[in-house]
């Protein structure tokens, strides 16, 4: 007897009930920017950095002072400003991270945007080391004496008096950074023990970023926007300090003299030339992917130029008058210890946590100062962190979205980004872990990556996809074309001063030396190496590779790979001529605004399809 299916009761259907199709969880979208402000704010958190406090000032007076504005501002204008709006229109254009915007753009470069992400995701594992320095100087200022200010501290050595005020001479604060907050060691090769007290300052830092991004883009918005406004409050007080306090202090007029004195027979030296360009790609953080991720949350109509150009000009200027409040305060200090200015000015974390604090324990109320200063460099740093990591998650989140946009995967992505992180920085707390900072900083970071980059980033906008197509898009989108120069910078003047200025950092390199004494092991070089290699071979492996694992003869394939992606947003232009096709009587009209994607909605009377 043949037994027919069994009918479920409770559907009336002939399949059984274990079998009827889950519904599938709905993908989040990808969400943009609540309004502009939030955007400018964001990549202004970004560039505006410890750069701007640090490095520039230092680099006008060792390359000639006001002489050394000449070649800043012919990178500014040939490099900076067009990269910089090339990044911020890519990603506006095409609405994707810093990976996906190459593959939709030209597949065959894919490599430049897997470059980028390797700088950023090395830059995460040291960058916030920084942080963890400032909030352990932070947490040691609320005190009534400054804990650098005398000798009466366990970890002052023999030769420096053990009792009694300050001495008149910077090394004191030089024996405070290496033997309370660092206590390195002899070299490298000798690691040594794991600083807990700096761990835990890391693991805050690492805490406070991953609330301040784990929502989303519009999360990052609000959080750019209360940063920023702390890190004002923070900078204006101390800088009201250093201008009012400064400029009346003796000494003050002889560093301003120091730092803007032109020295026009510099510009001979190369070496000023590559400081120039070095220093606009650091900071302007481009080549990064960081300005694509944040220019990709933007409105596709929001007018891009003109915010960039804007915060280019902010960024300068903010370097500018920095250098004025920082070099009154060095005067000072070199009249009141009688010692050259050139030894008590200083580049880079040594300015910060050696020159700086040592001013401040100088100050009427010095610990107040402390603590406005030290929540300026740790919000500073702060806003550039955070901006880097979202600019990582949002490129993988955009090459697997159907993976990450589920609810709750962005947060635990970016747990896990922080927590491998924060591992990876723990080797750089430990007493050999200065040595590993420098490595990092010197090479996996370096000028000459982000050289490499710029010049296939220009390459194959303005040559592989085109600078008058690109030059459609971006009219298309904020109304109208921007001057010829910036197409011209990249398609000739970018990518001729990138390449001669990274042919010039290879023939001049010289290996790096911590504190200009201590050399490091060969292998430690090599360490260096792999980490600066790491990003540049990303570009030349990725094109051997789609070279080599698609069909065709060698033109087919690389006409197939340069070619752009067909859903990129069309210009009014071109769909035109696409209405054109499928209206040969010309009856078409657009109605409407275009969508997101630059499509015309056409109604369905005028519809031949």
Not at 224 to 244: E, G, P
Not at 387 to 401: F, G, K, R
Not at 513 to 540: D, E, R, T
Request: with cysteine; proline share 5%; hydrophobic share 45%.
């Amino acid at each position: 007897m043949e037994t027919g299916p069994r009918v479920d009761a409770s559907n009336g259907h002939s399949c059984p009930l274990e079998i009827v199709a889950v519904k599938e969880e709905k993908m989040k979208e990808r969400g943009q920017w609540n309004n502009k402000l939030e955007f400018v704010l964001s990549v202004a958190g970004e560039i505006i950095g410890l750069g701007n406090v640090w490095r520039f000032p230092y680099l006008c007076y060792r390359n000639g002072g006001g002489a050394f504005f000449i070649p800043y501002l012919i990178f500014l204008f040939t490099c900076g400003i067009p990269v910089f709006f090339l990044e911020t229109a890519l990603g506006q254009y095409t609405s994707e991270g810093g990976i996906t915007c190459w593959r939709k753009i030209s597949p065959l470069f894919e490599g430049i945007g897997y470059a980028t992400q390797v700088i950023v995701a090395l830059l995460n594992f040291y960058y916030i080391i920084v942080l963890a320095w400032g909030i352990f100087y932070l947490c040691n200022s609320f005190t009534w004496d400054l804990p650098w200010a005398t000798c009466n501290n366990f970890w002052n050595t023999e030769t420096n008096p053990t009792t009694g005020p300050l001495p008149k001479t910077p090394h004191l604060l030089l024996l405070n950074l290496r033997n309370r907050v660092l206590r390195i060691s002899s070299g490298i090769d000798h690691i040594g023990v794991l600083h807990w007290d700096l761990a835990l300052c890391l693991l805050v830092a690492w805490i406070v970023c991953y609330f301040c991004i784990w929502k989303g883009v519009k999360s990052t918005g609000k959080v750019s926007f209360q940063i920023l406004q702390k890190a004002d409050v923070s900078q204006f007080l101390t800088r009201l300090k250093r201008h009012f306090l400064g400029v009346t202090l003796p000494g003050a007029a002889e560093g301003i003299k120091f730092y803007l004195y032109p020295d026009l027979g510099r510009l001979a030296d190369p070496q000023v030339w590559m400081d120039a360009g070095t220093q606009i790609f650091f900071s302007y953080a481009i080549c990064l992917g960081c300005l694509t991720a944040l220019g990709s949350y933007n409105k596709y109509n929001n007018n891009c130029y003109r915010d960039c150009l804007a915060l280019c000009f902010l960024n300068s200027g903010t370097s500018f008058i920095a250098g004025f409040a920082i070099f009154s305060i060095l005067g000072f200090m070199s009249y009141e210890q009688q010692v050259p200015i050139s030894e008590v000015a200083e580049s880079g974390p040594g300015l910060a946590f050696i020159a700086y604090p040592r001013a401040v324990s100088m100050m009427p109320f010095s610990p107040v100062w402390a603590c406005f200063f030290f929540i300026m460099i740790v919000l500073l740093g702060l806003d550039s962190q955070f901006v880097c990591v979202e600019s990582l998650v949002t490129a993988i989140m955009d090459m697997y979205p159907s993976v990450f946009r589920r609810k709750n995967r962005r947060e635990l992505f970016i747990l896990a980004v922080a927590v491998v992180s924060y591992m990876m920085g723990l080797l750089m707390l430990t007493e050999g872990g200065m040595y590993i900072f420098q490595l990092f900083d010197y090479y996996a970071a370096s000028g000459m990556c982000l050289l490499f980059v710029a010049i296939f980033e220009t390459v194959c906008i303005a040559w592989i996809y085109g600078a008058d197509r690109f030059y459609d898009n971006i009219e298309d989108m904020i109304g109208y074309r921007p001057g010829p120069l910036i197409k011209y910078c990249w398609m000739f003047f970018t990518p001729a001063v990138c390449f001669g200025t990274f042919a010039f950092s290879l023939i001049k390199y010289t290996p790096l030396k911590c504190n200009n004494v201590y050399v490091y092991p060969w292998w430690g070089y090599v360490l260096g190496w792999l980490l600066a290699l790491s990003s540049m071979v990303c570009i030349p492996l990725w094109i051997i590779f789609k070279i080599t694992t698609i069909k065709g003869t060698l033109r087919q394939r690389i006409q197939q790979l340069i070619r752009p992606s067909d859903d990129l947003p069309k210009t009014k232009k071109e769909q035109e001529k696409l209405l054109a096709i499928f209206a040969p009587d010309g009856g078409v009209h657009q109605q409407g605004e275009p969508t997101k994607e630059g499509y015309f909605p056409v109604p369905e009377k005028e519809s031949n399809c």
